[in-house]
């Protein structure tokens, strides 16, 4: 998310061993993010969070994604934005590096 404010942004992971999976089948590495915000037009502090696990295939060749994030939305009062509640998305994804 962009806006006029500030922001931190934090992600934190951990590789687990090499070969977690037998040789040449792949590990694991979970993964958390998390995006703290203050901007000039939103009445509150919002914060976007996600979770999620990558499954490295043969080194870093292919990635298996699975993501969920929970984060704010949001309704416009006025000249202001105000957050409404918050819901959740999850996302599987898959990249190839050639």
């Known amino acids: ?13 951990y590789l687990m061993k090499r070969d977690l999976f037998g040789l040449g089948n ?4 979970p993964y958390m993010q998390a995006q703290v915000a203050t901007y000039q037009r939103v009445t509150k502090t919002l914060g976007v ?14 990635k298996l994604t699975l ?3 929970n984060r ?3 309704e416009t ?3 202001q934005i105000a957050p409404s509640g918050r819901r959740g998305q999850l996302t599987l994804q898959y990249q190839v590096f050639i």
């Open 72 to 74: 704010p939305y949001y």
């Open 1 to 13: 998310m962009f806006g006029t404010g500030s922001v931190v942004y934090s992600q934190f992971g």
């Open 77 to 79: 009062t006025g000249s």
């Open 67 to 69: 993501d969920y994030q």
């Open 26 to 29: 792949g590990t694991l590495m």
């Open 49 to 62: 969070y996600n979770i999620g696990i990558n499954y490295l295939i043969k080194g870093h060749n292919g």
